[in-house]
């Protein structure tokens, strides 16, 4: 059971601008455990997609935005295209009772329409 | 760049153990820290465990202690995951990720690269 919260399914048509909330605790996103996100195309191994909150890699267009404050983060796809299309994961870490572990969020399911 | 290439599809009976192997290439084993990580079908992405840098050890999610063994290969550069005592809710997609980031206490850690994932059938 994962402890970061994501809704399962987001959409927009295209050029419209969505968002995905990546919600955690005070053991995980809240402690200052930095968030990171990746893509999952159809039948694709992940892809890092933002490290460290806001960083974009290499190569990842600047269409992808994220942020994170308090227990919570955010990540926004603006200018949305087909090939967007996609499974997005956000991870963190979490220290709790039961040890320290790395964490996904629950996953979703971006559909252009 | 790292470049990480994993071993093909395999099909267990429930009870069995599989290995499945993450071949490292454009660096070496010894300077990255390999996790492992699992997607069941439609299902989000599951870490199971990986080397500890600052520990020098291999840690293991809670889920998995007792099952799961990871290994290294330096001669060969090939990491290897076993999971043992399968049971049909192990069927999944097993992926192998290098880790990057700063300071050991993995608060600061992502994955990057992924494997290309091998799955895993357990079935009777």
């Known amino acids: 059971q994962s402890v970061l919260t994501q809704p399962p399914s987001v959409s927009g048509a295209p050029g419209q601008r969505v968002t995905i909330s990546c919600t955690g605790s005070?053991?995980?996103?809240?402690?200052?455990?930095?968030v990171h996100w990746y893509q999952q195309l159809p039948g694709a191994a992940p892809k890092l997609l933002i490290y460290?909150?806001?960083n974009r890699p290499s190569g990842v267009p600047d269409r992808f935005s994220a942020s994170k404050s308090g227990t919570s983060a955010s990540l926004a796809i603006t200018g949305l295209q087909a090939e967007d299309e996609a499974d997005y994961y956000c991870?963190?870490?979490?220290?709790?009772?039961?040890?320290?572990?790395?964490?996904f969020g629950t996953g979703t399911k971006v559909t252009v329409l | 760049q790292v470049q990480l290439v994993q071993s093909g599809a395999e099909v267990k009976k429930p009870g069995a153990s599989v290995k499945v192997s993450c071949k490292v290439s454009g660096y070496t084993l010894t300077e990255l820290s390999m996790h492992w990580v699992r997607q069941a079908p439609g299902k989000g992405l599951e870490w199971m465990g990986g080397?500890?840098?600052?520990?020098?050890?291999?840690i293991y999610a809670q889920k998995f202690q007792g099952r799961v063994t990871m290994t290294e290969d330096t001669s060969t550069d090939t990491a290897y995951m076993e999971l043992s005592s399968l049971r049909s809710e192990d069927t999944a997609v097993y992926y192998c990720a290098t880790e990057k980031g700063y300071d050991s206490s993995g608060s600061h850690i992502w994955f990057d690269p992924w494997g290309q994932g091998t799955l895993v059938t357990v079935s009777s």
């Open positions: 005070s053991s995980n996103i809240g402690a200052s455990s930095d």
């Open positions: 460290l909150n806001n």
């Open positions: 991870q963190s870490y979490d220290s709790s009772l039961s040890g320290s572990h790395y964490v």
């Open positions: 080397f500890d840098p600052e520990d020098g050890e291999t």
